[in-house]
């Protein structure tokens, strides 16, 4: 299963892009990079989700180096709300464990 | 709201005790989840079914086991519990067995042993 790694704690203002990068050197041909949110004492929840090159929904994008080695998520115009855990998930197609790394703490400023 | 319920939502007991958390899928997903959570670390995935049948375990300690029922209901049973139990679970559910469906969480159990 590919490991990931991801910053620990960013913080950032009200209104700025906020971008996440992870790393997971050792992705594989099927594996796919997902993200989640959790806020304190809830579960988390999925955000976005892709496998190459960009990807963008209404919340993030999400984008793929050719190499897969790493990706970056994406925040537009971050707001208090966002201060949240996000995790970094790699998964492939056919597995059934899913490894949430530790995870960055993202603390958003007024 | 998830689909996904979780009962009890808070529990405390006393080291040595044995607990049955509940869990409850979203209607139409096949495969549960069981993470555990301490105090602000991340999720530590437990044990996965699918259908009924067990599909992987991960760091799950022997005093800890699952199972899941023919009405896709799931419980995650704890014995002889320790201090070191104290954390959130949470069970998450998805539509197939593949890592890259999406998961979708309930509102955990908080377990408290004292």
């Known amino acids: 299963l590919a490991k990931t790694t991801q910053p620990i704690s960013m913080d950032s203002y009200e209104g700025q892009e906020v971008n996440i990068t992870c790393s997971h050197n050792?992705?594989?041909?099927?594996?796919?990079i997902t993200w989640y949110q959790q806020f304190p004492s809830q579960g988390p929840r999925f955000i976005i989700q892709?496998?190459?090159t960009k990807v963008t929904n209404e919340v993030a994008s999400l984008f793929i180096p050719a190499d897969r080695k790493s990706s970056t998520l994406s925040l537009p115009r971050v707001s208090l709300s966002d201060t949240a855990v996000y995790y970094c998930?790699?998964?492939?197609?056919?597995?059934?464990?899913?490894?949430f790394g530790a995870g960055t703490r993202l603390f958003v400023k007024a | 709201d998830s689909g996904v319920t979780q009962t009890p939502k808070h529990l405390i007991t006393a080291t040595g005790q044995r607990v049955t958390l509940r869990c409850s899928p979203r209607?139409?997903?096949?495969?549960v989840y069981w993470y555990q959570q301490s105090l602000d670390q991340g999720l530590q995935f437990l044990i996965h079914?699918?259908?009924?049948?067990?599909?992987a375990k991960g760091n799950i300690l022997e005093r800890f086991s699952a199972q899941q029922f023919p009405d896709l209901h799931s419980e995650l049973n704890l014995s002889s519990l320790e201090l070191g139990d104290s954390a959130l679970y949470f069970c998450a559910s998805s539509l197939g067995t593949s890592g890259y469906n999406e998961q979708f969480f309930g509102p955990g159990t908080r377990l408290t042993v004292l």
């Open positions: 209607s139409g997903d096949l495969s």
């Open positions: 079914y699918y259908n009924g049948e067990e599909r």
């Open positions: 998930l790699v998964a492939y197609t056919g597995g059934f464990k899913t490894i």
């Open positions: 892709g496998y190459k």
């Open positions: 050792n992705i594989a041909t099927n594996d796919y």
